[in-house]
């Protein structure tokens, strides 16, 4: 049974009437809503803050705003250890929330006054007469920065984690549950989105940076309070110690028998969990890896760490199926953080008239959101049914086939986003030309929505229901992990790229200089379609082979 190892609030066993299901599961989508009507378009529109009002040049405001979404990705995994490990998920997030509400009332102090950061300057026509951000004043900013990417990470897996605890996988009503949890859990970050950008972006352009930050700090105070009072509807995964040292444990001791030969019953290993009672599930020994069943081989040796239960061997042999995925679904990923954040840019330079309203770039995001929420829904209510009746699957296609409709879909965006970038500086070149319309970056942003429609549910899907149960928050936390690796290797790939394209073009690289005309985006454009398209059959070799 998948209730076994959950716990009511009270640490009883839970009541599958009273506890979980669809009414538990609503206390974290507002919470997943709140959460991103603050950070979605603090992600999106960070460059320009950094830019415009902390005067970094392009290269240093594209890599900080990576970085920045990197850490957010990272960081769930030190809440996802946590909440596995220690604490029930539940208190992870009351825990962590905290931070990251402190990361954005620092935000809000500094941006609000005026002695904290750069005085203002004509950052597009005279960039060499300002001044970026330094001394005291990027200790600030850099420390406001990266208390939100702690908060936010541990919520984000442990809200994941602890929204899947409350569907019963062995039961077919709740299983298609906890596949429709999914894919609202991934509607609501959209949902989330789409406020934050029509808002929070507004509040940001005319209002100030200031009361924005101020304003996200509210969302997640609230959004706390909130998932808070869910707490007598939860069923709570109660922890099994560190994940970590029981496969660090299996590694050690199946180095230590390496010479041993595999009996040839099962009834010869250590198949029953241990006197701690850390195992919350029993898994059957499977066939690959057999190297590491040596490890549940009990053969006297009495020190720590040379015996480990069938279980135990079975938690890390998944960890080594999944590692092929988890790489590949990381090289697929690292053109998506800088498609996202140079698209913002790219606005900046171009007509955002509609009508007589000019539009922020950052709210071009709305496209995308847009079209996921309404995707997600059709495919929830409409698509998915009928998809299970054609392939037998509950959740309609496998996940791998999801997340590989995602990579085509990013190779495609970054050749749009390619060719409509060639055009906007020829554009820009041209004496007397108007400035091409920010409705051109429709198409890449149509297409960035399908990604996040397919891939991130997907690999979200995947990993949730790979991982063992006493390793669910990691395992949700290993797709917001990709997104960070992803997200450091796009900013390393900025810096080789301006440094190799500077050696070559007389001092000057692709993505330098104050603003875009003086850049190649275009061609740096077309090196990540190439560099998507590669990473994308490679999936499909890894995807193939698991």
């Given at each position: 049974m998948a209730l076994q190892g959950l716990v009511d609030w009270r640490g009883r066993p839970v009541n599958q009437k009273r506890h979980g299901g669809v009414k538990a599961s609503m206390f974290i989508h507002f919470?997943?809503?709140?959460?991103?009507?603050?950070?979605?378009p603090m992600i999106l529109n960070l460059v320009?803050?950094?830019?415009?009002?902390?005067?970094?040049?392009?290269?240093?405001?594209?890599?900080?705003?990576?970085?920045?979404?990197?850490?957010?990705?990272?960081?769930?995994?030190?809440?996802?250890?946590?909440?596995?490990?220690?604490?029930?998920?539940?208190?992870?997030?009351?825990?962590?929330?905290?931070?990251?509400?402190?990361?954005?009332?620092?935000?809000?102090f500094q941006a609000h006054l005026p002695s904290l950061h750069p005085p203002p300057c004509d950052m597009i026509n005279r960039p060499n007469e300002c001044a970026p951000v330094s001394?005291?004043?990027?200790?600030?900013?850099?420390?406001?920065?990266?208390?939100?990417?702690?908060?936010?990470?541990?919520?984000?897996?442990?809200?994941?984690?602890?929204?899947?605890d409350q569907f019963d996988g062995d039961d077919p009503a709740e299983l298609h549950g906890k596949i429709s949890f999914f894919n609202w859990f991934a509607f609501c970050i959209s949902l989330g989105g789409f406020v934050g950008l029509v808002f929070l972006v507004w509040v940001q352009d005319?209002?100030?940076?200031?009361?924005?930050?101020?304003?996200?700090?509210?969302?997640?105070?609230?959004?706390?309070?909130?998932?808070?009072?869910?707490?007598?509807f939860y069923r709570h995964q109660k922890p099994t110690g560190s994940p970590l040292a029981r496969i660090f444990q299996v590694f050690v001791a199946a180095f230590r028998k390496r010479k041993l030969s595999l009996p040839e019953n099962v009834t010869e290993m250590h198949v029953a969990t241990d006197s701690t009672g850390t195992s919350v599930e029993f898994m059957q020994r499977t066939s690959d890896f057999k190297f590491l069943d040596k490890a549940a081989v009990d053969d006297g040796d009495t020190r720590g760490q040379s015996l480990c239960t069938v279980t135990?061997?079975?938690?890390?042999?998944?960890?080594?199926?999944?590692?092929?995925?988890f790489l590949s679904s990381v090289l697929g990923n690292?053109?998506?953080?800088?498609?996202?954040?140079?698209?913002?840019?790219?606005?900046?330079?171009?007509?955002?008239?509609?009508?007589?309203?000019?539009?922020?770039?950052?709210?071009l995001f709305i496209v995308p959101i847009v079209f996921q929420m309404l995707i997600l829904v059709a495919y929830d209510r409409a698509a998915l049914p009928w998809l299970r009746r054609a392939t037998g699957y509950a959740g309609g296609v496998t996940h791998l086939q999801r997340v590989g409709v995602g990579f085509a879909s990013s190779v495609m965006a970054l050749a749009v986003a390619a060719v409509v970038e060639g055009c906007r500086r020829r554009s820009a070149a041209s004496a007397g030309a108007p400035p091409m319309s920010v409705f051109w970056l429709t198409p890449q942003f149509f297409l960035l929505g399908v990604m996040d429609v397919t891939s991130f549910v997907g690999l979200l899907e995947f990993f949730y229901s790979e991982a063992s149960a006493g390793?669910?928050?990691?395992?949700?936390?290993?797709?917001?992990?990709?997104?960070?690796?992803?997200?450091w290797l796009g900013s390393f790939l900025i810096q080789v790229v301006n440094h190799a394209t500077a050696r070559q073009g007389g001092g000057h690289g692709w993505l330098d200089g104050a603003n875009l005309n003086a850049s190649r985006l275009d061609l740096f454009y077309w090196l990540l379609a190439v560099f998507a398209l590669v990473s994308f059959f490679l999936y499909l070799l890894c995807a193939w082979r698991s």
């Open positions: 919470l997943i809503v709140m959460a991103n009507i603050a950070n979605i320009s803050y950094l830019h415009g009002t902390m005067h970094m040049g392009v290269k240093d405001a594209s890599t900080t705003s990576t970085n920045f979404f990197g850490a957010i990705c990272f960081f769930s995994f030190l809440g996802a250890f946590v909440s596995d490990s220690y604490i029930k998920r539940f208190y992870t997030i009351l825990i962590f929330a905290p931070i990251e509400i402190m990361g954005y009332v620092l935000l809000a001394g005291r004043n990027l200790s600030l900013l850099t420390l406001g920065l990266y208390l939100i990417p702690v908060g936010e990470g541990s919520l984000r897996s442990c809200a994941a984690a602890l929204g899947g005319n209002e100030g940076w200031g009361l924005s930050f101020a304003l996200a700090a509210i969302m997640v105070l609230v959004g706390t309070v909130v998932v808070s009072g869910g707490l007598p135990q061997v079975e938690e890390a042999k998944i960890i080594l199926r999944m590692l092929p995925i690292v053109s998506i953080p800088l498609l996202l954040s140079l698209t913002v840019q790219q606005g900046g330079t171009m007509d955002t008239r509609l009508g007589g309203t000019s539009i922020p770039p950052a709210s390793m669910k928050s990691i395992g949700g936390a290993i797709v917001f992990c990709i997104l960070g690796v992803a997200s």
